[in-house]
Antibody, heavy 113, light 106 residues
Framework: EVQLVESGGGLVKPGSSLKLSCVAS????????MHWIRQAPKKGLEWIAL????????YYADSVKGRFTISRDNSKNTLYLEMNSLRSEDTAMYYC??????WGQGVMVTVSS | DIQMTQSPASLSASLGETVTIECRAS??????LAWYQQKPGKSPQLLIY???SLHTGVPSRFSGSGSGTQYSLKINSLQSEDVASYFC????????FGSGTKLEIK
C-alpha cells in the first residue's frame, strides 16, 4: 500500500525558514517523480514543485521560485521541501504526491508574527 | 500559465440525482485533465485522469468527458457519501487547478 507521510510543519514568523519532509513507502520511491502541492485555509489547490525520479530536473511555481527548494534522498525514501523567506501568504496545508494518484495527509505551515 | 475556470462554485442536489461539474481551460490541454474529490479535513482523492479514465477503486457512477478546452465531471445517482468539494486539474503544462465546486445534498 502506497503511503506518504509529511512532517516538519509548524508556526513560524515571516522571514523564517522551514524544511518539510515526506516519507514514502509501499512503492519504489526512486522510480517516480514527486510533487508538492499546497492549499491555503478554505482555498483551492496550488501546485508548487516537481522533482524527477533522479533529481535531474526540478520545476517550481512562480510564487515560490527562488525561495523554496525541492529535493529528495532516494536512499531514505524521503522527499523534502526547504522553504526560505516565508511570507504570510505561504500559510497553507502542504501535501506531497506521487503521480497525482497518491497524496499524503498533509502538514500545516502557519506564517504569522 | 493555463487558467482553469470551474463551475458552478457550489451545487445542491437530491439523492439519486445526476450532477455535472464543468471546467474550461484557457487553452487546449489535450485531455491532460484530472478530477479530484476532497472531503473536509482530508487530502484530495483522484477520481478521473486523462479526462475520461476512471481511477482504480472509484465507483462507476463517476465519469469524465470533454476535449480541447472544455471538460466535465458527471456523478450519476448521487449518494450521501458524495458530499465533498471537487476540483479539476490540468497537467498538460505546469499543473493548475480549478477553484472547486462544493457539492451538498438538498
Amino acid at each position: 500500500e502506497v503511503q506518504l507521510v509529511e512532517s516538519g510543519g509548524g508556526l513560524v514568523k515571516p522571514g523564517s525558514s522551514l524544511k518539510l519532509s515526506c516519507v514514502a513507502s509501499g512503492f519504489t520511491f526512486s522510480s517516480y517523480g514527486m510533487h508538492w502541492i499546497r492549499q491555503a485555509p478554505k482555498k483551492g489547490l496550488e501546485w508548487i514543485a516537481l522533482i524527477y525520479y533522479d533529481s535531474s530536473n526540478k520545476y517550481y511555481a512562480d510564487s515560490v521560485k527562488g525561495r523554496f527548494t525541492i529535493s529528495r534522498d532516494n536512499s531514505k525514501n524521503t522527499l523534502y521541501l526547504e522553504m526560505n523567506s516565508l511570507r504570510s501568504e505561504d500559510t497553507a496545508m502542504y501535501y506531497c504526491a506521487k503521480e497525482w494518484a497518491y497524496w499524503g495527509q498533509g502538514v500545516m505551515v502557519t506564517v504569522s508574527s | 500559465d493555463i487558467q482553469m475556470t470551474q463551475s458552478p462554485a457550489s451545487l445542491s442536489a437530491s439523492l439519486g440525482e445526476t450532477v455535472t461539474i464543468e471546467c474550461r481551460a484557457s487553452e487546449d490541454i489535450y485531455n491532460g485533465l484530472a478530477w479530484y474529490q476532497q472531503k473536509p479535513g482530508k487530502s484530495p482523492q483522484l477520481l478521473i485522469y486523462n479526462a475520461n479514465s476512471l481511477h482504480t477503486g472509484v465507483p462507476s457512477r463517476f465519469s469524465g468527458s470533454g476535449s480541447g478546452t472544455q471538460y466535465s465531471l458527471k456523478i450519476n445517482s448521487l449518494q450521501s457519501e458524495d458530499v465533498a468539494s471537487y476540483f479539476c486539474q490540468q497537467y498538460y503544462d505546469y499543473p493548475t487547478f480549478g477553484s472547486g465546486t462544493k457539492l451538498e445534498i438538498k
